[in-house]
């Protein structure tokens, strides 16, 4: 069964850093691209960052971008959303997402930033 349970959420003030973690099981890791959403107060749930199954292609919302970096851990089965210069309207939920047959999300990690 495939499952994903991310972490690393938290408070954090503008201009701050944090590092999410999306833990994936019950699928073959290294050949399915994954990527990351979030999801604030009142607003559509939004694409932030893509990565290819090989983990050479990246993509990121403008408004992320330059400032958030996916990446993935083969090793420990492990995609990361580093997030650096944090602004309160990056505040949202965020959500771990793949495709296997279906569509899988994992149940989200808030982040707030605010002072």
């Known amino acids: 069964q495939v499952q994903l349970v991310e972490s690393g959420g938290g408070l954090v003030q503008p201009g701050g850093s944090l590092r999410l973690s999306c833990s994936a099981s019950g699928f073959s890791f290294s050949t399915y691209a994954m990527s990351w959403y979030r999801q604030a107060p009142g607003k559509e749930r939004e694409l932030v960052a893509r990565i290819s199954y090989h983990g050479r292609q990246r993509n990121y919302a403008d408004s992320v971008k330059g400032r958030f970096t996916i990446s993935r851990d083969y090793d420990k089965n492990t995609m990361y959303l580093q997030m650096n210069s944090l602004k309160p309207e990056d505040t949202a939920v965020y959500y771990c997402?793949?495709?296997?047959?279906?569509?899988?999300w994992g149940r989200g990690t808030q982040v707030t930033v605010s002072s």
């Open positions: 997402w793949v495709f296997v047959g279906v569509d899988y």
